[in-house]
């Protein structure tokens, strides 16, 4: 492309300020250096870290003006050096979650992690720390989570890119990229959910019906959804939920004993996608005491500490976390893909919003409603 190896100026959403509206404004975007790929997006989705993060003044990691967005599908516009697994005309979607292939952790079957690249709120690329993108003014825009998908292009190193199937529905394909992802591999990979077990899941946001649809696809015989919001009973029906608590009608009764009564003592697994560390030990004590496993998907949002009783552990219960569902991006996403084309996966029910890059203030809006799953935004459409 002529744009190879030039700084390209385009259009992209950036946080000013914590809490503020996103401004659309002219951008600068460096060629990508070795090891790292300049992505065209196509169209992104708004996911709740995003939120989280843009609403931070302070901590770890908190810097600004920054693009933030982590849920994308797009063309590869150009390469660096070193990077043959993709090229130019490529469809690509970036992810947050990297995957080098080659540390012990990525040939691990064990694991997920990459012990090369570990998740960090990195300001700049993961290999130098310097940021790709420039306001008109001469001044860095700073990263989020190694993607930033709030931008018509971007840059991200090839170890958070994975190939695409260009038949596959590009809107789609960027809900694989985080959050739909990561509730069906808890349910998948990390819990192995199995066929006729008990599962009860705490939180139906986007992440916590993609458990239910996890779960649905391992065969399990009764799926709780727990949500202080009703109507998230008959959206979640869509995803596999057979029955539906809202902690606010239980009376005197705990939501752990309503489910220990529905499950003759308990369900085999539980999953907290909330984020705080109360509802980790409510979905802790609704697992079974002799074998029940409890996924914690959620960040607890506080930074509160969970207390857990040893006595428990040792009866059998058990308590595990899980970053990107437990799958490795660039081996498993494929499995994900084929299921929806063979019409097993649902994922075009997660989409209940589209809207236009300068339009994206409104699907922070939408999300802060709880109106939506995942808004689509399109770059150019």
């Given amino acids: 492309m002529e744009s190879a190896g030039k700084p390209i100026r385009c259009r992209a959403a950036v946080a000013r300020k914590a809490g503020e509206a996103l401004v659309i404004e002219e951008i600068e975007v460096s060629p990508p250096k070795a090891w790292e790929v300049r992505i065209k997006i196509l169209c992104t989705s708004l996911c709740h870290s995003d939120v989280t993060i843009w609403k931070q003044s302070a901590g770890p990691g908190v810097v600004f003006p920054r693009i933030l967005g982590h ?3 797009g063309i590869v516009e150009s390469v660096g050096e070193n990077v043959d697994e993709v090229k130019e005309g490529d469809i690509v979607i970036p992810v947050f979650q990297s995957n080098c292939e ?3 952790d990525c040939k691990s079957p064990k694991s997920n992690s990459c012990t090369k690249f570990p998740p960090q709120l990195n300001s700049g690329m993961p290999r130098d720390g310097t940021p790709r993108f420039m306001d008109l003014n001469g001044q860095p825009i700073y990263h989020f989570f190694n993607v930033s998908s709030f ?15 260009l038949d596959f529905p590009i809107d789609k394909a960027c809900l694989l990229s985080c959050g739909v992802t990561t509730g069906l591999g808890a349910a998948m990979k990390t819990a192995q959910v199995e066929e006729g077990s008990t599962v009860a899941i705490f939180g139906l946001g986007a992440v916590g019906l993609a458990v239910a649809e996890g779960a649905r696809l391992q065969g399990a015989s009764k799926i709780i959804g727990i949500d202080l919001n009703p109507a998230k009973f008959e959206i979640g029906k869509k995803f596999g939920i057979t029955d539906f608590i809202n ?5 005197e009764k705990s939501v752990s004993q309503v489910i220990l009564e529905m499950t003759d003592g308990g369900a085999d697994y539980c999953f907290e996608c909330v984020g705080l560390a109360s509802v ?9 005491l002799s074998c029940g496993k409890t996924v914690l998907v959620g960040v607890e949002m506080h930074g509160t500490p969970l207390s857990i009783n040893s006595y428990e552990i040792l009866m059998g219960r058990s308590l595990m ?11 498993d996403l494929s499995m994900l893909a084929n299921k929806y084309l063979e019409k097993k996966l649902h994922l ?10 300068e339009d994206i203030n409104e699907a922070f ?5 709880g109106k939506s799953l995942r808004c689509i935004i399109w770059m150019n459409k």
């Fill in 151 to 165: 931008s018509e292009y971007t840059v991200v190193d090839i170890a958070q890119v994975v190939k695409f199937n």
């Fill in 247 to 251: 902690p606010s009608t239980c009376g």
């Fill in 365 to 369: 809006e939408l999300l802060h409603q």
């Fill in 348 to 357: 075009d029910e997660f989409i209940t919003h589209q809207v236009k890059l």
């Fill in 280 to 288: 980790m030990q409510d979905a802790f004590n609704s697992s079974r």
């Fill in 102 to 104: 080659e540390c012990r």
């Fill in 71 to 73: 849920e994308a599908a």
């Fill in 321 to 331: 976390g899980c970053l990107y569902g437990g799958f490795k991006p660039k081996s």
